[in-house]
């Protein structure tokens, strides 16, 4: 197994093309999961929760981003009609994270929505963990309150992201990464 500090400087975010099957076994998943809700959680309040998409349930979800895609554009070509509808069919398996945020004397709700951030940043640190790649994205359909319903949210609940998790198709190059002296200030 990969030592801790190897795992956390060897990851990152693959397209979502290079990402193919197998994915994660039942018994995998519920270890991510298990590992993502490892975060800090001031006040326990698990302001986030987990829905997993693979098999027929990417192709259903897919349906429901092509039906509201058309609803605002009915003159679309076939193509891009098809391209939105395979969203999330890149991946075998697809998590979305879902802020669910509660009113709360002493924990603001961004703090709460800072948890959900920190459980998809688990969730893909764990994939990689298990040997596979995942990568972290919104896009529009995360945004929108119809897509968000098809899904089986609630009108307070909001999508931090969806983590796109395979096998690497073929090896990636890193992208450039910041310089230290860029992005720290010492004071």
Request: proline share 7%.
């Amino acid at each position: 197994m990969t030592d801790a500090l190897t795992l956390l400087k060897t990851r990152k975010s693959p397209k979502i093309f290079d990402l193919a099957g197998p994915g994660p076994s039942p018994a995998e998943i519920d270890e991510m999961l298990t590992i993502a809700s490892r975060v800090p959680d001031h006040g326990k309040l698990a302001p986030w929760r987990f829905i997993i998409f693979e098999g027929d349930g990417l192709k259903r979800a897919g349906e429901a981003i092509a039906q509201v895609f058309l609803a605002d554009h009915p003159d679309a070509n076939p193509e891009h009609v098809e391209q939105e509808r395979n969203r999330l069919s890149q991946a075998p398996l697809v998590i979305a994270v879902v802020s669910k945020t509660v009113p709360h004397a002493k924990i603001p709700e961004w703090e709460q929505t800072l948890s959900g951030g920190a459980a998809c940043t688990l969730l893909v640190v764990a994939a990689h963990a298990l040997g596979y790649a995942a990568t972290w994205l919104t896009q529009w359909y995360s945004y929108d309150a119809r897509v968000r319903a098809a899904l089986g949210l609630s009108e307070s609940e909001r999508i931090i992201g969806f983590v796109h998790v395979g096998t690497l198709a073929r090896p990636q190059e890193d992208r450039p990464r910041p310089a230290l002296a860029d992005i720290v200030t010492r004071f």
